[in-house]
């Protein structure tokens, strides 16, 4: 591989010895991996049934490598949300931050969202994610894999960190930040990385990661856990940007064990020498099988409250609760095609956004987050039409079949596939919404009339037709 000579005059002064097999590591092909959505199934079910081989990753029990000529984007199990395609070092991030059910966990930037579905599986619909991603085309990305992943807690904003301060003010009990870097880790994977880089590039990155990292202390609670990681090599943007942090900010490193990572922060890269950064994960490429991942955990003093007086004047929520009449659509959707129990899930916390009807995650509060860019708030369960509620995308991927009262449960492949491309199936004999599946994992919905199921699969994640 052709490396920028400024890149590797760089890493040949740092490196010393250790250079020349950095330099090996980037001919070498990336590694390539999966996780588990254990919201969906277990790591060892997935193992089961997938028609490719897979190696565990180490620090990650739901992760697994996969072979180089392997497509894991083209297999109905894809699209079933059973799994998410992650560079293996990036699942370490999460696993450090260690979510769990019931906490609030901010993703700060999270587009495409390996780490956001990460987060959204280890808090097993208990508790929030917020996932922000700044650039708008990025977000659509994230929040539509969110989907996939059958994610029902999940609130996708499209801001800049610090428009998050006023409604999330100290909110948060864990953050990610996994920081726009200078993608030296990125090389091979990404050949646009390799394309932008340069020692300019390196300097605005750090000047970025300052202002992310300055919001997410004013989002993260007294005694929270923020986690920073990076996919890049530059001493600047690792163990100096978290030198110069703790310096500012009252936080501790602490200390992180994950199994097969033993590569620290290196003291001698700091610029004032701080001895806590040996406690930071520096991953990389020729020490691992993966692409590299510097990794610090930072715990908040549970002294470092700031007052904060909120500002008058929120704008007026778009989103209103429904009322019982508003509802009866629903109620009766549910009643004829979900199992009793449904019904209760989401029964205290249902808000209407003009006719499409949502199911807000436990505890927001809508007035703080009304001046936000917001592309998915909670769970959309569907759209009221005239005298029908039709069922969302969304629904049918947090559901199991065994939710729904009609299911279609395709064992083909070639039938998968002719679903996903937005084909009627020539089989319904129930009338109403089908819940189509494959392999006992939903797909999304269908409804039957006169023995045909007509595709409700949404037309613009549709595979195109050959
Ligand atoms: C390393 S990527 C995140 C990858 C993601 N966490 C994942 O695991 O899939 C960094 C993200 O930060 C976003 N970003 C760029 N500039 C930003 C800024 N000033 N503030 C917040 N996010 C920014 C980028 O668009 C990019 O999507």
Redesign the pocket.
């Given at each position: 591989m052709e490396l920028p000579e400024a890149f590797k005059e760089k890493m040949k002064n740092l490196m010393g010895s250790a250079y020349e097999s950095l330099l090996d590591s980037y001919d070498q092909p990336e590694s390539k991996g999966i996780r588990t959505n254990t919201l969906k199934l277990k790591p060892a079910e997935l193992v089961k049934i997938l028609p490719f081989k897979t190696q565990d990753v180490k620090w990650c029990e739901a992760g697994f490598y996969i072979d180089h000529e392997v497509r894991p984007g083209k297999n109905p199990y894809y699209y079933a949300g059973l799994y998410y395609v992650?560079e293996p070092t990036?699942m370490a991030t999460v696993e450090v931050l260690d979510p769990q059910p019931g906490e609030w966990v901010l993703?700060?930037?999270?587009?495409?969202?390996?780490?956001?579905t990460q987060i959204g599986a280890k808090l097993q619909g208990q508790g929030i994610l917020v996932a922000?991603?700044?650039?708008n085309s990025?977000a659509g990305i994230l929040s539509s894999n969110i989907e996939r992943m059958g994610i029902a807690n999940a609130i996708v904003t499209n801001e800049?960190?610090e428009r998050l301060v006023d409604s999330f003010h100290e909110s948060f009990d864990k953050i990610?930040v996994?920081?726009?870097?200078s993608g030296e880790g990125m090389f091979r994977k990404d050949p646009g990385a390799l394309a932008d880089w340069s020692l300019e590039r390196v300097d605005r990155c750090v000047g970025?990661q300052e202002?992310?990292l300055e919001s997410a202390h004013r989002l993260l609670k007294p005694g929270g856990v923020l986690v920073y990681s990076?996919?890049t090599f530059s001493p600047e943007e690792n163990e100096q940007m978290i030198e110069s942090f703790i310096a500012k900010y009252p936080y501790t490193l602490a200390d992180m064990k994950l199994s097969g990572i033993t590569d620290h922060g290196r003291v001698e890269w700091t610029r004032q020498n701080e001895k806590a950064i040996e406690k930071s994960l520096r991953i990389m490429p020729m020490n691992v099988n993966g692409e590299g991942h510097f990794i610090a955990k930072l715990i908040k003093s549970e002294t470092a409250s700031e007052l904060r007086t909120a500002k008058p004047g929120y704008p007026k929520s778009r989103l209103k609760k429904a009322s019982q009449t508003e509802l009866i659509d629903y109620q009766n959707f549910v009643k004829n095609n979900l199992e009793p129990g449904f019904y209760k899930k989401f029964e205290n916390r249902l808000y209407l956004l003009g006719e499409h009807l949502y199911a807000l995650p436990e505890g927001i509060d809508l007035e703080k987050i009304a001046n936000l860019k917001l592309l998915r708030t909670g769970l959309h369960l569907g759209t009221f039409k005239k005298n029908r509620f039709e069922p969302s995308y969304a629904l049918a991927m947090t559901l199991a079949l065994a939710e729904a009262k009609n299911v279609c449960d395709l064992k083909d492949e070639a039938q998968a596939y002719q679903y996903l491309k937005g084909e009627a199936l020539n089989m319904g004999t129930q009338k109403g919404w089908i819940l189509v599946g494959f392999n006992g994992f939903p797909l999304g919905f269908g409804k039957a009339s006169e023995g045909l199921i007509k595709n409700h699969y949404p037309k613009g994640l549709r595979i195109r037709k050959k």
């Open positions: 992650q990036a993703d700060l930037c999270a587009a495409p969202g390996g780490k956001s922000n991603e700044l650039v990025r800049f960190p990610v996994d920081a726009p870097c970025k202002k992310i990076t996919c």
